[in-house]
Every structure is written in structure tokens, then in C-alpha cells.
């Protein structure tokens, strides 16, 4: 079976989320391949689930005082601190196509087998945590992950941790210890880099994209071929980009707290 494979690299966070949900969109639809999509952030950025509180979650001024962008997901799951040092992706497969199973903890068990061969591949262990659907090395977590289904795709997104600025995330988010394991007091005692693993040793980015994009072939049985965005998908995504960045958007969840709140007083 053949798969679209897409590397945008670096791209504004706000953009990133406007376009894995656009191809989703379209995947689902059946206008275009199901597709691998990779990029870094271009700006620091916090992905919030869907359902989430931005003043829980987020230190909103440090992160306007240092322009850290808060954005807003379509998918569920928790917040993440992300910036150029780690490999983002969207894995997006129509439902129903037979590659991805149709059961949430399914769909991450085969999606996330990618995460786990490629450590293999660069000859460090790695293991499904599903309590928490991450994948960990050496007892830490090196990928974070959510998922969402919608307009007939399902999308499994999440992070291989290149390097991390841990000291950064915890000014940024208020809860940095959240997702991690239970005892764990420190991000940087419970999360663990590629750079950690290789000893310092350093890493070729573009070697390890392309052994991210071999395991997640093997675990999905699937050829994935270098190709590129529709323009239907490019102007789809530019319009939710507004949507993205909207104070509407990303305040959705806060906004609608309040109004609860004052109507009960």
C-alpha cells in the first residue's frame, strides 16, 4: 500500500495545525493518499488539547512577553511544549482503510510501533506506555502523542524529543510534570532526549527523519513516497490558519468557563 510522505520542516505553529487538519480533511473525504507528515516548529509554541484551559495549562505572560505562540488543536490530549529541536508529526489515514485500527488504543499501539522501531533502529529500546500513550527509552518519555478523528480520518500526532529545553518549559507551562509518571518532580528526571541517548555524541537530522519514516512504514505495513500538498489542501489550510490564531480559538474552552460561571452566580 502507498502512502504521501510530506516534510514541511520548519512552519509557524499556527500554520502546523491548520494543515494536518486540512489534509485531514481530505484524506477523509478521498481526495488525496493517506500521509505522513512531518515539521519542526519555526517559533517556540504550546500545542493545547482541545479541550483544555489555556489559563490552567499556560503561563500567558511569559509566553506573549516571549513570543511563544499558544495554539489550540483539533485533536484531544494534553499540552506540550514544543520547539525546533524536536521532529513533529501527524500520522492521517481515512477510517476504515484497514491500516490503522478503528479503536483508539488500537490506532495508537500500531501508529506509535513506528516511534519504538525507529529507536531500535538507532540501537536504543523503546516502549509503549499506554496509560499515558507515550513512548519512553531507558524509563523516560521521548515521545508525547494525541489523537482525534473527524470528517472520516483518523489522525495520531506526536514529537520525537531531538533536544529539550527543559529549564524553558517550565516557565512556560504551569503543570510541566503532568503527562509524565507518577513521583516524577522534575520534567527533565522524567523525559529523556535523542541527544541523551547518543551521550552528547550529536545527530544528523536528517538521518533520523529518515529512520523515523522507515519505522513508521514497517509498523504500518505501508510505501511512503515523497509527494506534495494540493492547492486545495494549501488554500484550505491558509483559511484555518485565522481560525487558529484567533483570540476565539484559542481562548474557546476559557471563554465558555466563564459564561458557565456567570450564569450560575
Known sequence: MTWRFIDTDMTDGYYSAALFESIAKHVGS????????????KTPAVYLGYHQYVEDEVHEDYCAAN???VVRRVL??????????????????????????TDV????SRVLGGLINTLRMLGFDGKLEPAR???????RKISGNAQGRFEGAVLVNGSLLLDFGFDEMDRVLKNPTMNLKE?????????????????G??????????????????????EARCGVLTWAEIELAQRLS????????????????????ARER
Open 201 to 222: 555524541a550529536g545527530y544528523d537530522i536528517d538521518h533520523v527523519k529518515g529512520v523515523l519514516k522507515r519505522g513508521f512504514e514497517d509498523a504500518l505495513g505501508v
Open 67 to 69: 513570543g511563544i505562540q
Open 105 to 108: 488504543q488500537g490506532a495508537y
Open 76 to 101: 484531544g490530549g494534553g499540552c506540550g511544549y514544543c520547539d525546533e529541536d524536536q521532529i513533529l508529526f501527524s500520522v492521517i489515514s481515512r477510517e476504515g482503510s484497514g491500516t490503522v485500527p
Open 183 to 199: 513521583g516524577v518532580e522534575f520534567a527533565r528526571d522524567g523525559m529523556i532526549t535523542l541527544l541523551e541517548l547518543l551521550s
Open 133 to 139: 500513550n507515550a513512548v519512553y527509552s531507558q524509563g
Open 30 to 41: 478521498g481526495e488525496v493518499d493517506d500521509t505522513i507528515l512531518f515539521w519542526r516548529t
Open 242 to 261: 485565522e481560525k487558529h490564531r484567533s483570540r476565539d480559538w484559542i481562548y474557546r474552552m476559557d471563554d465558555k468557563r466563564r459564561r458557565r460561571v
